[in-house]
């Protein structure tokens, strides 16, 4: 079912999903199907991919912006991605035997740690990924690496944070924030790049 999400859509996102303005023009709002969706999920688990981490806790959020009453009392939650991860833990020695065959001997010795990362990185990668410096650009993605900490990263737009309730926002977007990150325990490599932002030296 689509809904209107009475905001406009961004560009980006219906460039992923497909989904334009036009195709939900006509449509109807959370709040109009709000109560109707939580009576037809009653007595319903749910289920879906990473769904404990998002779709859940996004539904319960527009539940009570819609000022609807659902609860999840008797509800079961298979979320694939958990299960994925405990049926197959992403260890070393775990990734290892699923993919060369065979258990990692003496595991956590350095080198045989090492040995068995290479083993790894040969069965794994692309063709046409050849030096390290293709491989880091890619498993950046569009997001590029600011910091090694990984609170920061750049886009387009420029310097963003990459977590907390300021997600995807403008570093000097709240100074507040960033007064915050640099006074709390943060890496310093973190802080000294927030100054920078700041400082327009960056």
């Known amino acids: ?26 449509k109807p709002t959370f709040k109009q199907i709000a109560k109707s969706l939580s009576e037809q999920l009653e007595g319903y688990d749910i289920g879906g991919y990473n769904s404990d981490s998002f779709d859940v806790n996004l539904l319960l959020s527009e539940m009570d912006r ?48 090492v040995r068995a990362t290479k083993e790894i990185l040969d069965i794994i990668l692309p063709v046409e990924l050849e030096t390290a410096e293709q491989i880091d650009i890619f498993c950046q993605g569009d997001k590029a690496r600011v910091d090694m900490g990984g609170k920061i990263y750049k886009d387009e737009e420029g310097y963003k944070w990459s977590f907390s309730k300021n997600k995807d926002q403008l570093v000097t977007s709240d100074r507040g924030f960033a007064n915050w990150v640099l006074n709390n325990d943060f890496p310093k490599q973190t802080k000294d790049i927030i100054r920078k932002i700041i400082n327009n030296e960056q």
Do not use: W
């Open 66 to 113: 819609a000022g609807v009453e659902f609860s999840l009392e008797g509800k079961n939650f298979v979320d694939v991605f958990t299960l994925y991860r405990k049926l197959f833990p992403n260890t070393l020695g775990e990734v290892y035997k699923r993919l060369v065959g065979k258990e990692l001997e003496g595991a956590h010795d350095a080198l045989v740690d």
């Open 1 to 26: 079912m689509l809904i209107n999400p009475t905001i406009p859509i961004d560009p980006q996102a219906s460039e992923v999903h497909g989904i334009y303005d036009a195709d939900v023009a006509d």
